[in-house]
């Protein structure tokens, strides 16, 4: 009678009380001391597919929210569940680029503020207007946190308030700039006045052309990305256009202690009259970004 044992070489039944085969000469006892390795596929095969789907599962809503935070969200769900999954198409990357641009020219009317000239655009400029941005003098999310330093931001919102010479995409942005001395009919340049007729403003908020001020220098800056294409004169090359002040005009017949308020907030803000051209986003959608990965700080 057989105990109900079969050879695992041959497959013949062993009688009772036998441990090697005597078809084949497959040892039981080696057999159950010393098993046989399960290969991967056979692990898989018997059942660790389902390991691999669960942990699939699981890692797909965290790679996805780890884009989120890049990202943003969409304008309605199918546009956000499509970023996380595929990217933003460079939407990221545009409005660092824009609003970078934008605190370059706030750290330039600073420093015309405070040195009372025009600021440098040449050599290592990025350098010398630095400590004039709107981090280092506001706090690094002037809306939420005021009088924090800019080395207290996450990278991720760093990248929106610093001022580098480069755009969102990691290439150099193209500076021109042109003085605009206060004996020159201002309002009457062709250039000039294109860009007035254009139209500018003095705020996230606010559209304003300046009021070229006889007694005060004024200089037109210039900031070009090349945008997603890598290259300057084509159709998605990203452009701000920005009129700042060489200075700033005291009026002798007010008293020392309001002009130096009307200093002290001049300085604050920094504020330059200017034009984004050549983006589908604005600067608000830039500022929602920098708050939205500050909310998910990791």
């Given at each position: 009678m057989s105990n109900g044992i079969f050879c695992g070489g041959?497959?013949?039944?062993?009688?009772?009380?036998?441990?090697?085969?005597?078809?084949?000469?497959?040892?039981?006892?080696?057999?159950?001391?010393?098993p046989p390795r399960v290969s991967l596929w056979s692990a898989v095969r018997a059942g660790g597919?389902?390991?691999l789907l669960f942990g699939a599962l699981l890692a797909l809503p965290l790679l996805g929210f780890a884009r989120f935070r890049t990202t943003g969200p969409g304008p309605d769900l199918a546009t956000t569940l499509r970023w996380m999954a595929l990217g933003d198409g460079g939407r990221a990357a545009e409005l660092v680029t824009i609003h970078r641009a934008h605190e370059i020219g706030s750290a330039a009317a600073r420093y015309a503020v405070r040195e009372l000239e025009v600021p440098p655009f040449d050599g290592d400029w990025q350098r010398v207007l630095?400590?004039?941005?709107?981090?280092?003098v506001r706090g690094w999310m002037p809306l939420l946190f005021y009088g924090a330093?800019?080395?207290?931001?996450?990278?991720?919102?760093r990248e929106f308030f610093d001022v580098r010479s480069d755009d969102g995409?990691?290439?150099?942005?193209?500076?021109?700039?042109?003085a605009l001395p206060r004996d020159e009919d201002r309002a009457g340049d062709e250039q000039v006045a294109a860009d007035l007729i254009a139209g500018l403003q003095v705020s996230f908020f606010k559209l304003q052309n300046p009021e070229f001020d006889r007694d005060t220098d004024w200089m037109r800056l210039e900031i070009v990305s090349s945008g997603r294409d890598g290259s300057f004169d084509t159709d998605d090359d990203l452009r701000m256009v920005s009129y700042i002040p060489a200075g700033f005009t005291l009026r002798l017949t007010r008293r020392p202690e309001d002009l130096q308020l009307q200093m002290e907030a001049a300085y604050t803000r920094g504020r330059h009259h200017f034009r984004i051209e050549g983006s589908r986003w604005d600067l608000?959608?830039?500022?929602?970004?920098?708050?939205?990965?500050?909310?998910?700080?990791p």
């Open positions: 041959c497959g013949e039944p062993l009688p009772d009380g036998t441990t090697i085969c005597r078809h084949c000469g497959w040892d039981l006892t080696t057999a159950v001391t010393h597919w389902r390991l630095a400590p004039y941005a709107t981090m280092w330093t800019t080395e207290m931001a996450p990278r991720s919102v995409w990691g290439r150099p942005y193209r500076v021109e700039t042109r608000i959608d830039a500022r929602l970004l920098a708050e939205h990965r500050l909310e998910y700080l």
